[in-house]
Antibody, heavy 125, light 110 residues
Framework: QVQLQESGPGLVRPSQTLSLTCTVSGGSISSGSYYWGWIRQPAGKGLEWIGRIYTSGNTNYNPSLKSRVTISVDTSKNQFSLKLSSVTAADTAVYYC?????????????????WGKGTTVTVSS | QSALTQPASVSGSPGQSITISCTGTSSDVGGYNYVSWYQQHPGKAPKVMIYDVTKRPSGVSNRFSGSKSGNTASLTISGLQAEDEADYYCSSHTSSGTYVFGTGTKVTVL
């Protein structure tokens, strides 16, 4: 069973770039079985889908964040990463990585099955 | 893309059934049978309870069921139990190849 673990700085200065990494264990990120995604949740608020990447490098982003988001994959490290530029206090949240869409030969399953535990990122000077 | 609309809170007594609605548009909920539902306990990551509108992942209680009519999907919890008290979020794949979540519903077991 695939497991995910987020890592990265817990504090980011305003206007800087937030960078997080998700390490995949129990499976290969190159298998082509999943898209790999990021979701965030401000304290006391709802979930917001940020974006996803496939092994091929194909990405999809939330239109409201698209101008500031980059998701990439490092197959040699079995990791995928999130970069969010020009952050403000509104980007303070728990950030989750998750399997996003399970791809099979005959059907795609459009839901987030496996989630990391989440990492809290605070944007403050 | 706008968040799907859910009621802020729903409550019920143990043993009762409750239903949570999730309203979107023809570009998401109404256009595809790719609605999923997530349960989130405080301080925990979300857990998928329903996918493809009506399907339950292995290990999820059959007290949880899903349905859809037009642009509105619904999650029903039957035989409500204390452990069902949590936040619930719907989600849908969209015509743009993205996902959108619902606003979230807090379920209280009285």
């Amino acid at each position: 069973q695939v497991q995910l673990q987020e890592s990265g700085p817990g504090l980011v200065r305003p206007s800087q770039t937030l960078s997080l990494t998700c390490t995949v264990s129990g499976g290969s990120i190159s298998s082509g079985s999943y898209y790999w995604g990021w979701i965030r949740q401000p304290a006391g608020k709802g979930l917001e889908w940020i974006g996803r990447i496939y092994t091929s490098g194909n990405t999809n982003y939330n239109p409201s964040l698209k101008s500031r988001v980059t998701i990439s994959v490092d197959t040699s490290k079995n990791q995928f990463s999130l970069k969010l530029s020009s952050v403000t206090a509104a980007d303070t949240a728990v950030y989750y990585c998750a399997t996003d869409t399970h791809v099979t030969e005959y059907y795609n399953y459009y839901y987030m099955d496996v989630w990391g535990k989440g990492t809290t990122v605070t944007v403050s000077s | 893309q706008s968040a799907l609309t859910q009621p802020a809170s729903v409550s019920g007594s143990p043993g009762q059934s409750i239903t949570i609605s999730c309203t979107g548009t023809s570009s998401d909920v109404g256009g595809y049978n790719y609605v999923s539902w997530y349960q989130q306990h405080p301080g925990k990551a979300p857990k998928v309870m329903i996918y493809d509108v009506t399907k339950r992942p292995s290990g999820v209680s059959n007290r949880f069921s899903g349905s859809k009519s037009g642009n509105t999907a619904s999650l029903t919890i039957s035989g409500l139990q204390a452990e069902d008290e949590a936040d619930y979020y719907c989600s849908s794949h969209t015509s743009s190849g993205t996902y959108v979540f619902g606003t979230g519903t807090k379920v209280t077991v009285l």
